[in-house]
Nanobody, 121 residues
Framework: QEQLVESGGGSVQAGGSLRLSCAAS????????MAWFRQAPGKEREFVSA????????RYADSVKGRFTISRDSAKNTVYLQMNSLKPEDTAVYYC??????????????WGQGTQVTVSS
């Protein structure tokens, strides 16, 4: 059964760093683009970053470019999101997703349960 499980969220001060992990179970994920989305209270879920199935191509939302880095370890079936220089506006629940190489939530078939990231000023 395909499943995504996020970890690594927490509370940090502005300027700090966190690394999120998403462990995927199921062989199908090796062929999927993996992505991170986030949703702040009262806001719609928004695209953060994606990495294609081979890890050769990545894309980022403008708001996180230069601060966040996505990567995947195919041997471990895990995708990571390294978040540096965090800002209070990065506060949100972060979701891992698997699907197509697009920036809209509708393009993703599988979702994790989410992990909370809180950045204080």
């Amino acid at each position: 059964q395909e499943q995504l499980v996020e970890s690594g969220g927490g509370s940090v001060q502005a300027g700090g760093s966190l690394r999120l992990s998403c462990a995927a179970s199921g062989r199908a994920f090796r062929t999927y683009t993996m992505a991170w989305f986030r949703q702040a209270p009262g806001k719609e879920r928004e695209f953060v970053s994606a990495v294609n199935y081979s890890g050769a191509f990545t894309r980022y939302a403008d708001s996180v470019k230069g601060r966040f880095t996505i990567s995947r370890d195919s041997a471990k079936n895990t995708v990571y999101l390294q978040m540096n220089s965090l800002k209070p506006e990065d506060t949100a629940v972060y979701y891992c997703a698997a699907g197509d190489y697009v920036e809209v939530a509708g393009g993703y078939d599988y979702w994790g349960q989410g992990t909370q990231v809180t950045v204080s000023s």
